[in-house]
T-cell receptor
């Protein structure tokens, strides 16, 4: 597709369940980012992938959060044993290279933990 | 710690009035600066960016921003807003060619008729 695609667009889950959020970046973009946007707050960096390099996981809030990127393309963000404070919009972005700064964002996955 | 501050969480303004959305960042030798806009129920899209050169940057939809190194600011301006400009605006900074963008908390621009 022409843009960054994320799925699901909405996810409602019960506390304690695991969830997976998927991101399909723009074809050819080597850098991929996950951010979290909580209600009324800015964007919080979670994790960054660049090519085949080890990901920058410095923003992950706890060990319940993990992400992988297969074949340098699609990425999956996994949240284990979800908590109510995990409720947020999870945004994925990609860019052609790490240092251009221009990120192209998907529309996000809205996660609600009951 | 590196940070980006958007002083106004909400800015109400009447249609056709000028607007300025403020953004300040923590000092650094080298920064790249961005403004993103998020319309209701949509993803973020790039409004404009400063990488180098002229400190006055023009973006889409009539917006412009000025990089002021001495004041570590990158305020966004538009001389005459439209109802369709109602959205959330995010300032973002890339410090020293690092890996990620650091975002401010956002400013909700509410344009009233």
């Amino acid at each position: 597709g022409a843009g960054v695609s994320q799925s699901p667009s909405n996810k409602v889950t019960e506390k304690g369940k695991d969830v997976e959020l998927r991101c399909d970046p723009i074809s050819g973009h080597t850098a991929l980012y996950w951010y979290r946007q909580s209600l009324g707050q800015g964007l919080e960096f979670l994790i960054y992938f660049q090519g085949n390099s080890a990901p920058d996981k410095s923003g992950l809030p706890s060990d319940r959060f993990s992400a992988e990127r297969t074949g340098g393309s699609v990425s999956t963000l996994t949240i284990q044993r979800t908590q109510q404070e995990d409720s947020a919009v999870y945004l994925c972005a990609s860019s052609q290279a790490a240092n251009t700064g221009e990120l192209f964002f998907g529309e996000g996955s809205r996660l609600t933990v009951l | 710690a590196q940070s980006v501050t958007q002083l106004d969480s909400q800015v109400p303004v009447f249609e056709e009035a000028p607007v300025e959305l403020r953004c300040n960042y923590s000092s650094s030798v080298s920064v790249y600066l961005f403004w993103y806009v998020q319309y209701p129920n949509q993803g973020l899209q790039l409004l404009l960016k400063y990488l180098s050169g002229s400190t006055l940057v023009k973006g889409i939809n009539g917006f412009e921003a000025e990089f002021n190194k001495s004041q570590t600011s990158f305020h966004l301006r538009k001389p005459s807003v439209h109802i369709s400009d109602t959205a959330e605006y995010f300032c973002a900074v890339r410090y020293n060619a690092g890996n990620m963008l650091t975002f401010g908390g956002g400013t909700r621009l509410m344009v009233k008729p």
